[in-house]
């Protein structure tokens, strides 16, 4: 099992036991030793990802604050249902922030000589847009798709200069 199912599996499975203790009513889990459990599943996560993240961190001020809701007795407006609510629900967002991934942007490889050489021989040594000719050394080698790690041949163009610089005006 992949590290990431291991950690849905793990929230979800605390999420399931959350659910059950609340709407349960054979059980006789004492609701303040059962949040400070939920705590404690967080701080494992977080132990488990360790690593030098703004996510990382944003989760565990959540916990902390989730921490405070649930056992804060200052003066409120809110009941101590609400109170709790409000917990829940930043302990959920929390662990949302641990379980989630970043978007990850590929690096951006370049071209290969072989693939720029046989671009441009295909391309007869002109620019593949204004078909001038390409002077040795100055010509731009640009991605069709886009995709900066796609360094395929059907992927590479070789554009004069101004023709590349256009290309990414656009």
């Not at 030793?33 to 701080?43: R, V």
């Not at 916990?63 to 809110?78: E, I, K, R, V």
């Not at 970043?102 to 002109?126: A, C, G, M, S, Y």
Request: overall charge positive; charged content about 20%.
């Amino acid at each position: 099992m992949y590290r990431n199912e291991r950690l849905v599996l793990y929230a979800e499975l605390t999420l399931i036991l959350v659910l059950l203790s609340l709407y349960l009513p054979g059980v006789s889990i004492d609701s303040s030793s059962f949040f400070c459990t939920m705590l404690l599943g967080l701080l494992i996560l977080v132990w488990i990802k360790r690593k030098k993240s703004t996510r990382i961190a944003i989760g565990a001020i959540l916990a902390l604050l989730s921490f405070l809701a649930w056992f804060s007795t200052g003066p409120t407006n809110l009941t101590l249902g609400e109170q709790r609510v409000i917990a829940l629900l930043l302990w959920g967002v929390a662990l949302f922030m641990l379980i989630s991934e970043p978007r990850r942007i590929p690096r951006r490889k370049h071209f290969t000589q072989l693939v720029k050489r046989e671009v441009i021989h295909k391309q007869k040594n002109r620019c593949a847009t204004c078909k001038t000719k390409l002077e040795p050394y100055v010509s731009n080698f640009h991605h069709v798709n886009g995709d900066r790690s796609d360094n395929r041949l059907s992927n590479c163009k070789a554009l004069c200069i101004p023709c590349h610089r256009k290309k990414h005006v656009e």
